[in-house]
């Protein structure tokens, strides 16, 4: 079964630290650009970071520029995304994602389509 499990999340008080981690099972890793998305209850998913398989660039939402970064292990199928001096507005569901789309696309574009999207882990940011 094609399938991603996503963990990592959890309770943070503001200004700490968190690293997602999502492993991907039973479809070829490298076909595909990676991403992590999130949505607050009331708000559209999306983007935050993503990473092309190419070359490995990367393209961080202006939200989490400078305190969010995305990296891939490809040897072990893994995704994750750490995130650095959290924000009550980072609290979020977030999801990783096997990409149709490319990369930037996800972050700067609104028409962005997903192969597979993990089944997503809970962030709270609170004191």
């Known amino acids: 079964d094609v399938q991603l499990q996503a963990s990592g999340g959890g309770l943070v008080h503001p200004g700490g630290s968190l690293r997602l981690s999502c492993v991907a099972s039973g479809f070829t890793f490298d076909h595909y650009d990676w991403a992590w998305f999130r949505q607050a209850p009331g708000k559209d998913r999306e983007g935050v970071s993503c990473i092309s398989i190419g070359d490995g660039t990367t393209v961080d939402a202006e939200s989490v520029k400078g305190r969010s970064a995305i990296s891939i292990d490809k040897d072990k199928n893994m995704v994750y995304l750490q995130m650095n001096s959290l924000k009550p507005g980072d609290a979020a569901v977030y999801y990783c994602?096997?990409?149709?789309?490319?990369?930037?696309?996800?972050?700067?574009?609104?028409?962005?389509?997903?192969?597979?999207w993990g089944q997503g882990t809970q962030v709270t940011v609170s004191s």
């Open positions: 994602a096997a990409l149709l789309s490319q990369c930037p696309e996800v972050i700067h574009g609104s028409n962005w389509k997903v192969e597979v």
